[in-house]
């Protein structure tokens, strides 16, 4: 059974990590994807290591599975006229060079686009193609620039997400375009361009930061793991440790005291309503955790959640992959002999279920074929 996006061709002309990584979710869904890159050189993330795999770094095999290597030097002529053929017979091509530099080898968008019609041309930039396109983006830098540090952490030190998580929010917001314009494309007959930036899709991602920001014209400020506006939503601590509780609403905070054994925090006048609690945090936190201190974390969290309750022990990344485990959520594959395991698809379906991996390629693994099948396609 072949995914759905079977019969679509991608060409992948992009680097690090938000273009690749939107490049290796539609090879996981059934594209076929050739990747471009520097000749003896490669992607920049084939070198950001440790760890290491056999191949090259396991950065660079996170966003790079499922894909065909052909290493083409764009200062080169015969290797440009490649590069311009494979634009010129793919369905998608996304890059993220900095502003000009494709365009200065007629494979910027209405190059290409005069030549194949149809394509869905995506762009990944840190700040845009307008006052932003001269600016370098990098995660670290749009997450300081753009925010996202300023509501992360404990008050005080600004502090970054323990992954670049710019960066997979904007291949997954480019992947959505991508789709999008190919079902446009079935009724219009024509591609178009897709540009996303690291900037836009941050400030997208903030959700309800960003809108108490635009209601209040306050900017929000770190919080450590407390909600801005929901309590009890916050690590509490238990007699061995942290534990994650989570109540969106009264009912579930009732519930929530209940089980602690303290009921009658629920009528107090401080803690009846959200607001109430919200704005008596400290008095409330105090509370909980002298109830929470009787006991260890998983003895807790074994009574919270069988009382219906979303709440859980603070864990690790092991953690997270065990518990899908125990859940038969089957969180990771096997994409090859010698090659370690990598995270499965998110993505389930019910007809055109991902069911093919393949072990992110070496360096130019497949030279040979792809100039053989664009040589073959450009004689006809």
Known sequence: ??????????????????????????????????????????????????????????????????????????????????????AARCDVLIENFKAGTLERHGLGYAAVAAANPGVVYASITGFGSGGGAELAGYDFLVQAVGGLMSVTGPPGEPTKAGVALVDVLTSKDAVTGILAALHARTATGRGQRVEVNLLSSLLGSLANQASAYL??????????????????YETLAAADGALA????????????????????????????????????????????????????????AERLAGAGLPA?????????????????????????????RQVRSPITFSQTPVTTYSAPPRLGEHNDDIRSMLSKENSR
């Open 1 to 86: 059974m072949t995914g759905p996006l079977d019969g679509v061709l991608v060409a992948d002309f992009s680097r690090v990590l938000a273009g690749p990584l939107a490049a290796s979710t539609l090879a996981d869904l059934g594209a076929e994807v050739i990747k471009v890159e520097r000749p003896g050189v490669g992607d920049d993330t084939r070198h950001w290591g440790p760890p290491w795999t056999d191949t090259s770094s396991s950065y660079f095999a996170c966003a790079n599975r499922s894909k065909k290597s052909v290493e083409l030097d764009l200062a080169d002529p015969a290797d440009l006229a490649v590069a311009r053929e494979l």
């Open 312 to 340: 859980g022990k603070v864990g690790t990344v092991a953690d997270g992959f065990a518990l899908a485990e125990r859940l038969g959520l089957e969180p990771t594959v096997d994409v090859g002999a010698g090659v370690p």
């Open 245 to 300: 509780v989570c109540c969106g609403n009264d009912a579930q905070f009732a519930r929530l005291v209940g089980v602690l054994g303290i009921p009658g925090l629920a009528e107090d006048a401080r803690f009846r309503t959200n607001a109430d609690r919200v704005a008596h945090r400290a008095d409330l936190v105090a509370a909980l955790e002298a109830a929470l201190a009787t006991d260890t974390v998983d003895a807790w």
């Open 215 to 232: 209601t209040t014209g306050e900017a929000p400020r770190a919080m450590g793991n407390q909600h801005p506006s929901i309590a009890p």
